[in-house]
């Protein structure tokens, strides 16, 4: 059974219409995936943890820490 010109065009605005609905899903995901801020506000307390951590031992403080415990100044 050949296809006619009106099935084509109706199937060609479905398959629009169903593209159209991707890109709006994909770009309601890749927004949210890429929301640093909203992650960040999310993981608060773990987040400031962390940075104070990483700034104590970018700072040398686990080896000022060892040295002040052992007793040499």
Same mark, same amino acid.
């Given at each position: 059974?050949?296809?006619? *010109?009106a099935d084509v065009r109706?199937?060609?605005?479905? !398959?629009? !219409?169903?593209?159209? *609905?991707?890109?709006?899903?994909?770009?309601?995901?890749?927004?949210?995936?890429? *929301?640093?801020?909203?992650?960040?506000?999310?993981?608060?307390?773990?987040?400031?943890?962390?940075?104070?951590?990483?700034?104590?031992?970018?700072?040398?403080?686990?080896?000022?820490?060892?040295?002040?415990?052992?007793?040499? *100044?």
């Amino acid at each position: 059974m050949a296809r006619t *010109d009106a099935d084509v065009r109706r199937e060609l605005v479905e !398959e629009r !219409e169903q593209l159209i *609905d991707a890109v709006g899903t994909l770009r309601g995901e890749i927004k949210a995936a890429t *929301d640093v801020r909203g992650m960040v506000r999310a993981h608060l307390p773990a987040a400031t943890a962390g940075a104070l951590g990483l700034g104590f031992v970018a700072a040398g403080g686990i080896g000022a820490t060892v040295r002040r415990l052992i007793g040499r *100044d």
